[in-house]
């Protein structure tokens, strides 16, 4: 007789009898689970990487305005120069304006200029305007009498006469600028046409031609990355003592 203990158990799976591969559902739960593992990890990154670069902007914004603030402060009483700090431009009122047909500017224009180049190349070289200062745009604007091509061509020629009269001193003798900040005019100052664009208006929205006819200076400040990279700097011309300006 055959005691309980000696009877044979059934005999379990074996080891190799167990399956290996793990069931399909399984392998696309573990795989769906390490894809939200990555995307979470890349979301973060991306949102860090958006955070800081709105704090960079924001930070350029404050120092930019600085650098207006300061400009507009110094001209806050002068009789002509205004200093705008929301579309960084300077205008230059009655002095600032051209005749019919004409791109001279009174005489009243050297004189303000004569205040105002000074100020724009030292705050251009401060620490804040080395960091964001890029160029000023001289800009002439004509009204709408007259065809396209022709006010392109006047409009350049009264930005050109305001160049003429910052590098030339036969234009304008209450400039007097020595050779390193006649250098700085050249590298930062640049002369460009605007053709009736910007005519003004009055406050029935009708044309103010005689408003219209003026010169104004269009500040402009590096981006992030341009500030990051920086720009190439402009080439030395031949006699940068004896500019002579060619309009009559």
């Not at 300077?90 to 004409?102: C, K, L, T, V, Y």
Request: aromatic fraction near 8%; glycine fraction near 6%; charged fraction near 25%.
């Amino acid at each position: 007789m055959i005691g309980p203990l000696m009877r044979r158990r059934p005999r379990g799976r074996s080891e190799g009898e167990k399956p290996f591969w793990i069931s399909y559902a399984d392998l696309m739960t573990a795989m769906m689970t390490l894809f939200l593992a990555a995307m979470a990890v890349t979301m973060v990154a991306i949102t860090r990487e958006v955070q800081q670069e709105k704090v960079k902007e924001v930070v350029r914004a404050e120092e930019i305005k600085q650098i207006c603030d300061g400009l507009e402060a110094r001209f806050s009483t002068h009789p002509y120069i205004r200093v705008d700090c929301v579309d960084n431009r300077i205008s230059f009122g009655d002095a600032g304006r051209f005749g019919h047909n004409d791109y001279r500017l009174p005489p009243e224009a050297g004189a303000s200029l004569a205040q105002l180049v000074p100020a724009v190349l030292e705050t251009a070289d401060n620490e804040l305007g080395r960091k964001w200062f890029k160029q000023i745009v001289i800009e002439g604007f004509t009204d709408t009498d007259g065809s396209y091509l022709y006010n392109l061509h006047l409009s350049l020629q009264r930005s050109e006469w305001v160049m003429c009269m910052l590098l030339d001193p036969r234009r304008s003798s209450d400039l007097k600028l020595s050779s390193a900040q006649l250098q700085r005019v050249r590298d930062l100052f640049l002369a460009g046409g605007v053709s009736f664009n910007g005519a003004k208006r009055d406050e029935g929205n009708n044309e103010d031609k005689n408003a219209s006819r003026r010169v104004e200076l269009r500040l402009q400040f590096y981006g992030l990355k341009e500030q990051e990279v920086g720009v190439p700097t402009r080439p030395t011309f031949a006699s940068p003592t004896d500019d002579r300006c060619m309009l009559p």
